[in-house]
């Protein structure tokens, strides 16, 4: 046998269809074998008991009548099947059955102590071959002798019902093992040819064919609901393939714009020197650099979440964030700010980070707000969470999009110009930040008809899916 086709056996071997029926080929075989031998030996043991009944009742019936009365010159008996022989005390034989006419005391040397006592002979005079079983009794005659009288009978007929009952099981038992082998190979085939069909598909995936999906069997058992888990597993697979790569063509997309005003504006002053400003390119070009590390900053922070990195968890007073982030939107921009409605609330996250929400939803409020932004900060102590409103009087945000403005490089109509809406991932870093600390967020119309952004965050640190740093 080559290497190849033992390597090939040892690996077949080891597959559950084989391992399974194996084990429930051997699982019956042991069963019946032991039930073979029980039933046999039970059978055996009950047959012979039911002998030695028989022969006990002959017996105490046979001494009950010679005790006393005369002694008979023979007894009547089936020809080999039983025989009677009555011995004296000096070991001669005083009567016997037609069968043992003539002969010798059978019993040899059983000499009964008790009463009565049951032996089996294997070989008496009058048949070789069988062995018989003898119950001897001992009896006190009216004559004043000593007598013992022995019964026996061929258990040849009990031997013949126990062979044949062995042979049955002896056909039998390979019989019903080889029917559950079969049937067993034939059933586990059956339930593991689904899990195949979707090894072999699985298999055969590749990285741009996350569209196809493995054959599902019609049956909602355990093998239904795994080829559904697969596929949805490969749906959302296919789905983050196609966001990362989306994501990969907006993150291109918008570093190219900087990097080309840069270059197009380098390319002017070196074609036209005469009419250059160096202070102008100067200041184009660092709005230009300024926004490209905004750019990579809000990537790096995104790709931080996505890959789970640790944040630190200590307490954080939301109310001194807000209050030192609104003096700064007012420094700025000279938005007006109300916060009259922010009380003290203290939550256990990443400081930066949660800096990092509030500036990004009043920058986005700030932009679009016509006059006016209102802030509010109140802490539920019933739900055990903290409540932050960022709300402002502008356009506000279409029933429609309120999903859409969450996702990456998102922008709405009104604000696709960069230098209004950026490169669309504020709102986005916003949620990645808020679902990292256990919170939800959620936009609806504010009372003046604006954008209104709820933040609701847990105050339990347990709630946080980010281990600490």
């Not at 559904?228 to 989306?246: C, I, K």
């Amino acid at each position: 046998m080559s290497d190849s086709t033992l390597t090939r056996l040892i690996a077949a071997s080891r597959t559950v269809r084989v391992r399974t029926t194996g084990g429930a080929a051997a699982l019956v075989a042991i069963a019946l074998l032991l039930t073979a031998w029980a039933t046999v030996f039970i059978q055996e043991q009950e047959l012979r008991q039911n002998l030695d009944a028989s022969l006990d009742q002959r017996t105490a019936g046979l001494v009950g009548v010679l005790k006393g009365g005369p002694l008979p010159a023979d007894f009547a008996s089936r020809e080999d099947e039983t025989f009677v022989q009555l011995v004296g005390g000096n070991g001669r034989v005083v009567a016997a059955s037609p069968n043992l006419d003539g002969y010798a005391p059978v019993a040899g040397g059983f000499r009964p102590a008790g009463l009565r006592e049951a032996r089996t002979i294997d070989t008496l005079q009058i048949d070789d071959e069988d062995h018989f079983r003898v119950v001897g009794q001992r009896f006190s005659h009216s004559d004043g002798n000593v007598y013992t009288l022995y019964v026996g009978e061929t258990l040849l007929p009990i031997d013949e019902s126990v062979a044949l009952l062995r042979r049955s099981f002896l056909v039998g038992t390979p019989l019903l093992v080889i029917l559950v082998t079969a049937l067993t190979w034939y059933f586990v085939g059956r339930a593991l040819a689904p899990v195949e069909a979707m090894r072999a598909e699985v298999a055969d995936i590749t990285a741009s064919e996350l569209h196809r999906r493995v054959p599902a069997p019609p049956t909602d058992d355990e093998i239904g609901r795994l080829a559904n888990t697969m596929n949805e597993m490969l749906a959302r697979l296919e789905e983050s393939q196609a966001r990362q790569q989306q994501f990969v063509a907006d993150a291109s997309h918008e570093l190219r714009s900087p990097l080309a005003n840069i270059r197009a504006q380098l390319e002017v002053d070196l074609a036209h020197p005469d009419q250059a400003s160096p202070l102008a390119t100067e200041q184009s070009v660092l709005d230009e650099a300024m926004r490209l590390e905004r750019l990579a900053d809000d990537l790096l922070l995104l790709a931080r979440g996505d890959s789970g990195a640790p944040m630190r968890a200590e307490p954080v007073d939301l109310d001194d964030i807000i209050f030192r982030e609104t003096e700064r939107l007012r420094a700025r921009r000279g938005a007006m700010v109300d916060t009259v409605r922010v009380s003290g609330a203290q939550v256990v996250g990443d400081a930066e980070l949660l800096s990092r929400v509030i500036r990004n939803l009043l920058e986005n409020a700030a932009r679009y707000a016509a006059e006016r932004i209102t802030v509010e900060l109140r802490e539920d102590r019933r739900s055990g969470r903290i409540e932050l409103v960022v709300a402002d009087d502008g356009p506000g945000v279409p029933a429609e999009a309120r999903e859409r403005i969450f996702e990456r490089f998102a922008r709405l109509d009104a604000a696709r110009g960069r230098d209004v809406g950026g490169a669309g991932l504020g709102l986005a870093i916003v949620r990645e930040i808020v679902q990292r600390h256990g919170g939800a967020i959620e936009v609806d119309v504010s009372s003046e008809g604006g954008a209104r952004f709820t933040v609701r965050l847990p105050v339990d640190r347990a709630a946080s899916q980010w281990p600490a740093a």
